[in-house]
């Protein structure tokens, strides 16, 4: 005899892909969903802010805090096809309007999303412009205090109290920054690609860019257009891929930095140097949840969130607490579809947890894998060789369609190419 389930208010943090697909999950489980978002429309990443934040590293604590790390040249590195919803495919507009391109810009994959929150009626779940300030339990009862103020300076702090809470406030908005020998007393400017939007005001500069990512890749060939130098340095690299960069003739790429200088020389690790104007961090970035006050069972080490079961319960809060979208390499979109599934139906008693011993023992067992392979902290939401592993683990807990074997097909077949032909 199935039981029967039970509907628990929801508060879902974040009305990017992730929270947007997570509030129609949970309300398709039947339960009561608000979903809280800081900025003024839905989309999260993927509303592109042309205005970058005061502070080009993004280190500043007390800075204004720009959301999105977009570039205005930016386009999708996975095909159109693969990063579509399950039920919702990301295609091309039958009326012929949009960016029709498999690997299109990122104001298509805004619509797209708007589009999934029209169809699925989510928008009327969304508060806009409500900035979460806190997220802590309740002393009894298990529940969750949400506190929350508006963006635009009207009124003070309130708090609501929920079952759960979901957190899906993504994970590109606080920066990483290499370290770097002798950068306090080099005299040049430094920026993270978090603030980089256009290549104009690198203008005749001689720029350092530090990074071999998707980012670092698409950044590099725009600012080579306008700027004297770009000197591309990565800790990843192949000995004969060093030097002039073909099809340019003011493009080089280095082992890593070995130190800055005060005289605004940089020097590599290959004993090879450049008098560099500006340094561009494309070093990725740190997961942050400044909001989270759980005494100390969930931390971040070393861009590791944990103890997480299958990085998305804190096993000695679950399914109370959860997140989604912390896994990185992977197409995301179908991933917190999948993530949100499982939670909807944990939360609702539909699906089972394992006991919290028995998931405390599987997140040690999986933290133990990774340190025998030789895999650092900082990687362990790194899913790039076993996301489809995952997502079918998920599906089987949710009773849902594995990944299709197209779709594993065509992201494969689109790393590859990505791989040979990154100018393409």
């Known amino acids: 005899m199935v039981a029967s389930m039970i509907s628990r208010r929801v508060a879902v943090i974040g009305a990017g892909a992730a929270g947007l697909v ?25 509303v592109y802010a042309p205005g970058a934040e005061a502070d080009p590293l993004g ?37 012929g309007s949009g960016d029709r391109r498999t690997y299109p810009g990122h104001e298509e994959v805004l619509a797209y999303l708007e589009d999934f929150a029209r169809e699925f009626g989510l928008e009327e779940l969304v508060r806009f412009e409500e900035e979460i300030v806190g997220v802590g339990m309740v002393e009894e009862g298990g529940r969750w205090k949400v506190r929350w103020r508006m963006r635009n300076g009207g009124g003070g702090e309130e708090e609501e109290v929920f079952d759960a809470v979901v957190v899906c406030n993504g994970h590109y908005t606080e920066p990483r920054i290499a370290e770097i020998p002798g950068i306090d007393l080099w005299p040049g400017k430094q920026m993270h690609s978090h603030n980089y939007r256009t290549p104009e005001p690198f203008q005749d500069l001689v720029v350092v860019l530090i990074g071999s990512a998707s980012s670092a890749v698409d950044i590099s060939r725009d600012i080579a257009k306008v700027a004297k130098e770009v000197h591309v340095t990565s800790r990843s690299y192949e000995v004969e891929t060093l030097g ?15 130190k800055a200088h005060e005289d605004g020389k940089v020097t590599f690790l290959d004993g090879s140097s ?60 179908p991933q917190f579809e999948y993530q949100s599934k499982w939670i909807a139906g944990a939360l609702s008693g539909r699906i089972a947890l394992p006991s919290e011993e028995e998931m405390m023992q599987d997140v040690k067992d999986f933290y133990s894998q990774l340190e025998a392979s030789g895999v650092p902290k900082r990687y362990t939401h790194n899913l790039a060789n076993s996301q489809f592993e995952y997502n079918d683990w998920l599906a089987v807990q949710t009773g849902s369609q594995p990944s299709e074997e197209w779709r594993k097909n065509m992201y494969s077949e689109s790393s590859r190419k990505r791989q040979a032909r990154p100018e393409a």
Not at 244 to 258: A, C, F, R, S
């Open 22 to 46: 997570a509030a129609r999950e949970l309300r398709r489980e039947g339960h009561g969903v608000v979903v809280f978002e800081r900025g003024p429309r839905a989309g999260g990443t993927w």
């Open 59 to 95: 280190i500043d604590p007390a800075r204004a805090v720009v959301h999105s790390s977009l570039y205005r040249s930016l386009r999708t590195n996975l095909p159109r096809e693969v990063m579509g919803f399950g039920d919702y495919p990301f295609l091309a507009r039958a009326d």
């Open 244 to 258: 002039i960069q073909p099809g340019y003739d003011n493009m080089w790429l280095h082992p890593v930095i070995d």
């Open 274 to 333: 450049v008098h560099a104007d500006i340094i561009l961090h494309c070093t990725g970035y740190k997961y942050h949840f400044p909001f989270l006050e759980t005494n100390g069972i969930v931390s971040v080490d070393d861009n590791r969130v944990g103890p997480l079961y299958k990085h998305v319960f804190p096993p000695l809060l679950a399914p109370w607490l959860s997140f989604v979208g912390l896994p990185w390499k992977v197409a995301p979109f």
